[in-house]
């Protein structure tokens, strides 16, 4: 079937270049990319969608991952303007690479893990979904990237990742076979590496069209792919537009230490998504099956300990960055609980510090969400065409105002922001009530406890006036805006009542807002997960000893958020998160020294701003006179 398939498909690609040089052969009004203000321009001899040429055909890699003895091939499709074969116009290209072109696997949350069991405790055998139905729809996989693309002089291609669609191979889950596969399809595109008209056959085809230039995009999984490409170092990938990616799958399924999943996909972990995914060639299935997710994955991915280990280092990038040279514009949610805004902060870091050319881009919404074509654009002119339009002397970052939309950023030297410094505040007691968040310590504070009790969201925690399941500690109410900028940290000494616990944190904004049209960022401000286990490193756990006082420290989720003048900061400890960590049997007791934890808040304008912010109206502005009335 698969060989019939991909015949019909060549010969449909044939039928469409005939075609189109059959109709324009005659004319001969030359067409090439117009660039104004530093950007491509629509073109109107490329915007006619019934005479782009259409093809699909298969490149191949330097890897065996199906076992099957022979070099994997990658299903590629190609759409490009006309004139690439009326006027032999050379274009670089627009590339994305997907795992789901063709249809993905069940959501029922039946397939997924229960997380209804106790820490440290082998978990119930999750149920694997059954095969995905292959979807085909040719000749366009993604209609957004060709129509913002190739009326602009750019040349858009598409792969399936190893494993998925009419693409060879076994999915691997962030395993070297995903880097490998954008590799090869690069090389091919500069005329290194070998494609053929089938997935079977020896019929060569090259990309004779393109000038070896090549970029690359895509959100989410479509978005880890471009860094995965570029870790290679591969030559003639130029620049990368990433949108939320995952850039460590221990980052996305795990924090410091615990068992934690994606938002809105509870009981998710790496296997589940490889079956999620899985629509590749069934012929190769059940080695797929044995050789990745019931063997490798099995043995490493460890949901007992949530530690991290060889099998978790191999599938994050921040290790193979060294041969990066692809200049980096980085796009992210601060909001985005599914894949977590450090994902794109950790490599925006590492690659800056590289010298590569590199922007971020964020806002204050959840997963997804590209960049202003407008950036995208300057992106791609400069470093695609060559266009010298000073992009890399723009401001470094992008970050989209609570109030405005996303395609209105406010530009910043950097991220975090330059003005801002660490505050660190402490904490007073008052639970099960609400206890102080201020800049003033005050020894002798003691110990306060709560009661785990998974039952119990975490927004409605934050709301609660009286609960023995949280401690919360509130700042004064804001009399000035506050701005934070960066990653805040905070520091605990606490105690557990049993040899295994959830630490979970929020930094919420209060009072909270229940109203429909509330955004997200009137109510988090940013969130935090943690092991107590780990608290020496997230490669080792120690149970804990009931009732003896460990010091744990971790990072909270990095943000760039304006708290709103009559707000409180309101800093939340609680112990399992309902919607991201697994759920033990209520009951279990975290008790923290007070005097020993505290929270460091990156603050734009350091304590000074803090404190302006903080001041009763009656300590920083003066008092008006009062005319007493007649009557008095």
Known sequence: MTTRLSRSLAIVAVLNVVTAVTIYAKETKHAVPVFKDGEAQIVEEFKDSDFWIRHDLWVETEFDSDGDGKLDRMHVDVTRPRQTDTEGLKLPVVYGSSPYYCGVGDSDEKYFWNTRHELGEVPPPRKHMPEIELKIQ???????????????????VHSSSPGTGLSEGCPTIGGDNESLAPKAVIDWLCGRGKGYTSIDGDEPVTAYWSTGKVGMTGTSYNGTIPLAAATTGVEGLEAIIPVAP?????????????????????????????DFIHSGNAARREYCDCEIRDKE????????????????AKRDYIHDLGPMKAALLMSHGF???NVVPEHSN???????????????????????????????????????????????????????REDAK?????????????????????????????????????????????????????????????????????????????????????ELKLASSKPFANLSVWLVSLPWNNDKKAKITDNIITRGWADPQNQHSIRESEPLEPGKFYDVKFDLQPDDQIIAKGQQIGLMIFSSDRNVTLWPTPGTELTVDLDATQLSLPVVGGVDAFKKSTQKPSENEPTEAVTPSAKS
């Open 246 to 274: 995952n850039t460590s799958y221990y980052h996305y399924y795990r924090s410091n230490g615990l068992v934690r999943h994606p938002g809105g996909y509870l009981g998710e972990d790496v296997d589940y998504l490889y």
């Open 138 to 156: 040719r000749p366009i996989i993604s209609k957004r990237h060709v129509e913002d693309w190739v009326p602009r002089g750019y040349i858009v």
């Open 346 to 400: 950790r490599i925006y870091q590492a690659v800056k510090a590289k010298g590569v050319p590199v922007q971020t881009y964020y806002h204050q919404d959840g997963h997804g969400g590209p960049p202003p074509m407008k950036l995208m654009n300057r992106w791609f002119t400069r470093y695609l065409h060559g266009v010298e339009n000073d992009v890399e002397k723009d401001p470094r970052a992008w970050i989209v």
């Open 406 to 490: 996303q395609d209105n950023p406010t530009s910043y030297e950097d991220y975090p922001n330059p003005a801002a410094s660490p505050v660190t505040l402490r904490l007073t007691a008052g639970a099960p009530e609400r206890g102080t968040l201020a800049l003033d310590s005050k020894s002798g504070q003691g110990t306060e406890t709560l009661v785990d009790n998974f039952s119990f969201s975490g927004e409605s925690l934050a709301q609660a006036e009286w609960t023995e399941h949280r401690l919360i500690y509130v700042s004064e109410t804001l009399t000035e805006p506050l701005h934070i900028s960066g990653t805040p940290k905070i």
């Open 297 to 312: 994955m099995a043995e490493g991915m460890d949901r007992v300990s949530g530690d991290y280990n060889d099998f978790w």
């Open 335 to 337: 909001n985005d609980w």
